[in-house]
Nanobody, 117 residues
Framework: QIQLVESGGGLVQPGGSLRLSCAAS????????MHWVRQAPGKGLEWVSR????????YYADSVKGRFTISRDNTKNTVYLRMNSLKPEDTDVYYC??????????WGKGTLVTISN
């Protein structure tokens, strides 16, 4: 079955960096766009970034543009989110999401990122 397993979250001070990873299995990873979406406790979902199947096209929310970088390694079936210059407002649960032509169809369980002193 399809699985998406995020890792790399944790507690970081403002201005710090983290790299999230999402290991995918159960489908042909290299054929699908992948997304990162985040959600703060008690708040709605916020789309963060997406990457095309080959990794050559990336897109970002304005709130993270210039600070976050999405990438993928299709040989490892893994998508990454490098996060720099982290701010307290980046504190969220970050989800890795697979999409098909109809939209987002599979979600990981998420990894918590906390930005605090």
């Amino acid at each position: 079955q399809i699985q998406l397993v995020e890792s790399g979250g944790g507690l970081v001070q403002p201005g710090g960096s983290l790299r999230l990873s999402c290991a995918a299995s159960g489908f042909t990873f290299s054929s699908y766009w992948m997304h990162w979406v985040r959600q703060a406790p008690g708040k709605g979902l916020e789309w963060v970034s997406r990457i095309n199947s080959g990794g050559g096209a990336t897109y970002y929310a304005d709130s993270v543009k210039g600070r976050f970088t999405i990438s993928r390694d299709n040989t490892k079936n893994t998508v990454y989110l490098r996060m720099n210059s982290l701010k307290p407002e980046d504190t969220d649960v970050y989800y890795c999401v697979k999409t098909n032509k109809y939209g987002m169809d599979y979600w990981g369980k998420g990894t918590l990122v906390t930005i605090s002193n």
